[in-house]
C-alpha cells in the first residue's frame, strides 16, 4: 500500500536489533554479510551484562570477563579502603588466589528469549481501569517469570519492548561468585577525566578484567569471544553486543518536550546539586574525596550526558524534524478512516505528560543508601503478605535472590558521606514539597536538614548487615517494634513511596497501551523489521569503523599509543591529564604505533558500555567504552553523519597488559 | 506604655549603625566608652567603599588604602593576562611608578549623611496607585541626587533605609585613579580555599593594598587609620566600620518563607549551575581555568553563604521563633485600635511575595559582560531622552559618571568564555520560559542554544571599547541602524527587561510603603535607637574578641603563623592546602606566635569584606575578611552565641609584608 512509500523506518547503520529480529536482509544487501544462527547464537552466549549498569563479554574458556574500568568502578571502590584504593590505582591478581571476590555483583548471560505478548495481552483488557490494568499485567508478568524460574533454574525477566508493544521472556544463567583479575590506574582508564568525557579523540584504557567462579573454581565456559590477532583496520563491519540501557526514539513530540521541558532540567538540577555536594564532601580531606569519588564520576557523567540530549532537544531544527515526522503520520492517521482509532494514542500520551509535570516536585530521592536499605526492608516485608503476582515487581519471588544479594552485601557504607548526602537531600525535599508539607514537617522532627541527617546516621545500626538480616528474618513484628531511625523513617515516607508509585505505575501503563498502538501502526505501514527502544537488555548493533568531519577537520578513525603522550603534553599543567608512572616508565618498551582508540557508526548507548566490538569472524577487536559527544542525541535520534561509538582497540588491551602492567598471565589467557 | 516591656529591639552586640544614628547610650552603659564626634567623623572618613562590593580604609596619609584579596581580586584578575597571573602569584610594587592602574575601579569616601525623609515623603502619596509612587519617588530621589551633586560636586545617592522607613542622602568623594600596590598569593589569601571558606579557626592573609591617586600623584589623605603596634588582646571592645551589602532583619514571615522556599531555591540552582559551568569551562585548559576562575570563586562564595542562609530558614525551630515574634506583634496591633492600620502592612507584603513567585521563572539573566553591555547601551540611549528624574535610576544624571567607567572600562572580554556562559544562560532561558515562548523562539533564531551563543559572540563588535563609545556617541540612529549581533539581541530583549522591571520595581514600591508601616510601629513601640537592614552603605558595628563554644570544644580567639604551618601538614594532598614558596621559604624568618586570624562578636555580612577593625584609640587592628559558618543566618538573625566575624590581625599583615615579602617600602608606611 501507498504508506510503504514513506521514508524507512531506520537510517544507515541505525539500530539496536533484537538477538530474536536482526536485520539479516540489510546486513546481507548493504553489508555482504549473513550471520548465521551459530554465529548469532555464540555471540550472544558470548555476551554477559553486568546488573550494576553495563555490558561485558567472555573472553577465555577459564572465565576471564572484559567490561570497562568505569563498569568495574563500582565494585573497585567497594574492595577499596583508606589504605588499598584500587579504583584509583589498579590491581594485577598475578595467580588466582589473588583475585578479589566483588561483594555484590550479579553477571548474566543471555541463554534465551520467547515472545510471550500473546499471554501478557490476552490478560490486559484496554476496557480496565489503569490500576486494573496495572495489577492485570505486574500479575501476569510474575507468574510468566516465575514459571520460567522455576522451570529452568534461570533468572527470568519478562520485557517490555516497544514502549509496550511486545513482551519477550529473557532467560539468563547467573554468575554471582566475580573475581577482580585486572584493573588500570582510573589515570589511564579515564584519562582526560571529565573534560575529555564523550569527546574523540581519546586515549583511553576504560578496561578492567574479572573472572566469574563457579563452586569456588573459575567457571568453564563454553561460548567466549576469541581475541583478534591485529583488530579493526578502517572501513572494516563490526558488530557491537551489548545493553543499551534506553532510548525514546518511538517517543512522541509531546513526550520529548516533556523531557526537553521538564524531565531533563528538573534532573539536571538534582544532578548538578549532587555533583557539588559531592565535590564539597571530598574537599573535607584525601580519604573523604575517596568515598565520593566514585559517585561523583557517575554524576558527572549522567551530567555531561544529559546536557548532551537536553541541548539536542533545544534545537529548534531536531524538534522541527520530530514534529514533521509526526504530522506525517497523523495526516495519515486523518485520511484513512481505518486507522482513526489510533489517534487517541498521541492524545493519550500527550495527557500522560501533563500529570507527570504535575506531581514531579513531590518526588522523593534521598540518595542515601541507608535511607534505601530501609525502604527496601520495610517494603519487602509487607510484600511479602501478598501472593508474589501482587507484589511491586521488585519484590516478586523470580527476582528476590538477586535483591538479597543487593540488600546483604558487605560493601562498606561511609556514615559521615551518608550523613553528608542525606541532610542535603531532605533540603531538597523542603525545597520540592514546601516547609509546610505535612510529611516533611514529620521527616524533620522539628529539626533542621543537617541536624535530622546527623540524627538518622547516628541512629541506625543498618550499616552492619547482620542487622538487616535480622530484621528480615523477624519479619513484620520486628520492623513494627524496631526503633532504629531509619527504619521509623522508612516506616514514615512508606505510604508516600507508594502512593506516588501508583500514580506514575498508572500513568505508564498508559503510555504502555498508547505506544502498542503506535507499534502496531508502525509495524503496519513500515513493516515489522525494525528494532525496539532500548531496555537494557542485549541488542546487536553493526556499523563500519570510519572517522568523521568536525568544524572543517577530519577527525581520524583511530589514534595510537604515541598520541597518549602527546595528549598529556599538550594539557601539561591539567590534573586529568597525567599519565601514570607505569605508561611513563614503559613507554620505552611501547610501539608508539599501537592503535589506542577507535571510533565506528555502530548505535549505541549508555548501558553498553563494555561491550565487546567484533568483526565477522566473531572475534574480539575492540571494547566499546564510550559515545562522542555528537552520540549524546542518540537518546531520541540516529544519524550517521557524525555520531560515533568510542572502543578501545583489542591490541592496546593486549599490549598494555604484556609491556605496562607486566601481566603476562593476563595476556596469555586472551581469546583462550 | 506597656508596649516597652517587649523584648530589647536588638540583642548584644547586634548592629549595624548608622553613622547617623549610633547607639552612644548602650556603648556607654555595656562598653564604658563614648565615641566623640571627632572619633566618629575620623572613622567615617578614613573608611572606603569598593563600589565593585566591599569595604576598606585609607592607612596612609599618601593614599595607601587597605582592603581584602578577595575584594581585590576582581581588579587583580582584570590586571592579568595568560602571562602575568596577579591573582594567583600576587604583586609587589617596589617604587610609585611599578603601580598598577586598576581600569575600573571607583572608590567612595562617605563626607557626610543627610536625612531628606521628609521631601521624599512629601512627593510619594498613599493614594498614589504602584505606578505613579514608582515614577514619584524615582522622580524626588533623582531631583536630590542631581541637586547635591551640582551644589558639591560630590558623588550622592539617596539610600533608602529601613526598607522605605527613612530616606537619607549619602554624599561621597569618589577616587577613580587606583593602582595596586601589593597583593599576595591566591594561595596564602584563600589558603583551605572554597573548604574552608566561613569556616573558622583559619590561617589567610586575605589583604591588598591600592594606591589612590589624584592628579597623577599619591593622594594626600587627611583621614586615615594609625596602625596599633600590637593589635587587640582578647576580650578588648573593637570596632568595624564598613558597607554590609544586605539583611533582611525586618523581614516579615511571609517575605522569609517566600526566600525559603522560592527565593533561595531558585538562585542556588542558578548558582550551582554556574559553578558547573565555570569549572568544565576551566577544564579546557590552564589559561580557560584562569579565566573562568575569579567568577568561580564569587560563585562559590555565593553558593556556600546561601545554603547557610537557607539551612537556617529550613530549621523550623528559627521559623517558629520569628513566627512566635510576629506573632506576638499582631496581637499587640489587634489589642490596640489605634494601631490597627498597621495590619495591612503584614498582608500587603505576604501578597507581594505571592506575585513575585508568579514572576521569577521568566527571569532573564544572561551573566554575559557583552549581552550587560549592549544592554545597557541600548537603555541608556533610549533612556537619555528622557528628563533624568522619569529614567530607570541606574540612567540618572547623578551617576553617570560611574555608569561609563564601568561601560567603557578597558578590562578585558574573553570572547571564548563569552560564549560558553551565554550558551548556558540561553539554554536555561529555555528552561524557565518554555521553548515555544515567543521571545525565546526569536532569541534563539532557529538555533540550539550553543549554536546561537557563538553566532552571538562572533557577531559583536563590543569587546572594543571604542566601538562601544561610538554607538554612545551615534546615540539613538546608530542604535537603529546597528547590525552588531549583541546590540540586535538587546534590542530584542530589552522590551521584555522593562515589562518584567515594571512589575518588580512595583512590587518593591508596596514593599516600601509596608515597610515604611512596620518601621513606623518599631520606633513607635520599641523607640528609635535602633538600625536598620544593611544597604552597602557605611556602618558602625562592635563587638568584643573572644572564641566560642561548638560541640563541646572551645575555639580561641586567635589563630598564629605557626598553626598555618601545621594546618598544611593536616590536610597534605589537598589541593587548596599548600602553602605559597614564599611563605615556606620566609618560615625561619616569621616569628611562629605572631597572631594571625582572630574572630568578635561585632555583626557583620556580605560587603563589610574588607571593613578595618579598629579600637577606641581609632587604630587599626585588623581587617574584616569573613564571617564564620554560624554567621550565615546573619542574614535574618543576629546571636552573639557563636556568631563571629574573622579578620586579618594587623600583625599579621605587617609582619608577613616584611619577613615573607620583602616589602619593607609598604611596611614602612602603614598608618603613616
Known amino acids: 500500500m501507498s504508506l510503504l512509500s514513506l521514508s524507512p523506518f531506520v537510517r544507515g547503520d541505525e539500530g539496536m536489533w533484537l538477538f530474536n529480529n536482526l536485520p539479516i536482509e540489510y546486513l546481507k544487501k548493504q553489508h555482504g554479510f549473513e550471520p548465521t544462527p551459530e554465529w548469532t547464537e555464540h555471540l550472544m552466549k558470548s555476551s554477559v551484562r553486568f546488573n550494576v549498569g553495563g555490558s561485558a563479554s ?36 598475578k595467580t588466582h588466589a589473588d583475585e578479589l571476590k566483588a561483594p555484590d555483583l550479579e553477571l548474566n548471560q543471555l541463554i534465551a528469549i520467547k515472545d510471550v505478548t500473546a499471554e501478557v495481552n490476552a490478560t490486559v483488557k484496554e476496557s480496565m481501569k489503569p490500576e486494573e490494568a496495572v495489577a492485570a499485567r505486574r500479575a501476569v508478568i510474575a507468574k510468566i517469570a516465575k514459571e520460567s524460574l522455576d ?37 589511564i582508564a579515564f584519562f582526560g577525566g571529565d573534560a575529555d568525557n564523550f569527546e574523540y579523540p581519546r586515549y583511553c584504557l576504560d578496561a578492567c578484567i574479572f573472572r566469574v567462579y563457579e563452586d569456588g573454581k573459575p567457571a568453564k565456559i563454553e561460548h567466549y569471544l576469541k581475541w ?89 531544527s531536531v524538534m522541527a524534524a520530530k514534529a514533521a515526522a509526526e504530522a506525517e503520520m497523523l495526516k495519515m492517521i486523518s485520511a484513512d478512516p481505518k ?23 513531590q518526588n522523593l530521592a534521598f540518595n542515601s543508601q541507608l535511607v534505601g536499605i530501609a525502604i527496601n526492608l520495610v517494603q519487602m516485608i509487607a510484600e511479602d503478605k501478598k501472593p508474589s503476582g501482587e507484589r511491586l515487581p521488585e519484590y516478586a519471588e523470580a527476582d528476590r535472590e538477586s535483591l538479597e544479594q543487593q540488600l546483604f ?114 509495524f503496519m505501514t513500515k513493516g515489522t523489521s525494525t528494532y525496539p527502544d532500548a531496555t537494557f537488555t542485549l541488542r546487536l548493533a553493526f556499523g563500519t569503523v570510519k572517522g568523521y568531519e568536525e568544524g572543517g577537520e577530519t577527525i581520524p578513525a583511530m589514534t595510537k599509543f604515541g598520541s597518549a603522550f602527546d595528549h598529556e ?20 618498551d611501547l610501539n608508539p604505533e599501537t592503535p589506542f582508540n577507535f571510533v565506528s557508526t555502530a548505535d549505541i548507548i549508555g548501558g553498553n558500555s563494555g561491550s565487546p566490538v567484533v568483526n565477522k569472524k566473531g572475534e574480539l577487536v575492540g571494547l566499546i567504552f564510550d559515545g562522542n559527544i555528537q ?42
Chains 1, 2 share one sequence.
Do not use: C
Request: proline share 3%; net charge neutral.
Open 58 to 93: 567472555f573472553i577465555s574458556s577459564s572465565g576471564l570477563v572484559l567490561t570497562n574500568h568505569h563498569v568495574a568502578s563500582d565494585t573497585l571502590f567497594k574492595l577499596s579502603d583508606k589504605d588499598h584504593n584500587y579504583l584509583e590505582d589498579g590491581f594485577h591478581a
Open 151 to 187: 522451570r529452568t533454574g534461570l533468572r527470568s525477566d519478562v520485557v517490555t519492548l516497544y514502549g509496550g508493544g511486545q513482551y519477550h521472556l529473557y532467560q539468563y544463567k547467573k554468575y554471582t561468585d566475580v573475581r577482580l583479575v585486572f584493573a588500570p590506574e582510573a589515570g
Open 228 to 316: 583478534s590477532e591485529n583488530g579493526p583496520t578502517e572501513n572494516e563491519l563490526v558488530f557491537v553486543s551489548g545493553n543499551p540501557g534506553r532510548t525514546s526514539r518511538i517517543f512522541t513530540t509531546a513526550a520529548l518536550k516533556y523531557q526537553r521541558d521538564v524531565r531533563m532540567p528538573f534532573a539536571l538540577n538534582l544532578l548538578r546539586r549532587r555533583e557539588i555536594v559531592l565535590q564539597q564532601f571530598g574537599l573535607q580531606g584525601v580519604e573523604q574525596a575517596r568515598r565520593a569519588r566514585e559517585e561523583l564520576f557517575g554524576v558527572q557523567n549522567s551530567r555531561k550526558a544529559y546536557l548532551g540530549m537536553l541541548g539536542g532537544l533545544q534545537d529548534p
Open 339 to 361: 486507522l482513526a482509532k489510533y489517534k487517541d494514542a498521541f492524545s493519550a500520551i500527550e495527557k500522560v505528560q501533563k500529570e507527570r509535570a504535575a506531581v514531579i516536585n
Open 409 to 522: 552485601s558487605e560493601a562498606p557504607i561511609y556514615a559521615d558521606l551518608e550523613q553528608y548526602i542525606l541532610a542535603d537531600a531532605l533540603s531538597r525535599t523542603i525545597e520540592l514539597r514546601g516547609a509546610d508539607d505535612p510529611l516533611v514537617v514529620k521527616m524533620l522532627n522539628g529539626k533542621g536538614p543537617g541536624e535530622r541527617a546527623a540524627e538518622l546516621v547516628a541512629g541506625t545500626r543498618l550499616i552492619a548487615v547482620a542487622e538487616r538480616q535480622q530484621l528480615a528474618k523477624g519479619g513484620e513484628e520486628a520492623v513494627a517494634a524496631s526503633k532504629d531511625a531509619m527504619i521509623e523513617f522508612a516506616k514514615l515516607v512508606d505510604p508516600e513511596f507508594r502512593r506516588l508509585r501508583k500514580i506514575t505505575d498508572e500513568l505508564a501503563e498508559i503510555e504502555k497501551q498508547a505506544y502498542a498502538k503506535i507499534t502496531e501502526l508502525n
Open 569 to 588: 603534553v599538550n594539557h601539561a599543567g591539567q590534573k586529568d591529564f597525567v599519565l601514570p608512572e607505569s605508561w611513563t616508565k614503559a613507554r620505552k
Open 631 to 672: 552520540s549524546l542525541t542518540a537518546d531520541y535520534m540516529y544519524t550517521d553523519k557524525q555520531t560515533r561509538s568510542v572502543s578501545v582497540h583489542s591490541s592496546a588491551i593486549r599490549e598494555a597488559l604484556k609491556y605496562v602492567y607486566g601481566a603476562e598471565n593476563v595476556a596469555a589467557e586472551l581469546g583462550k
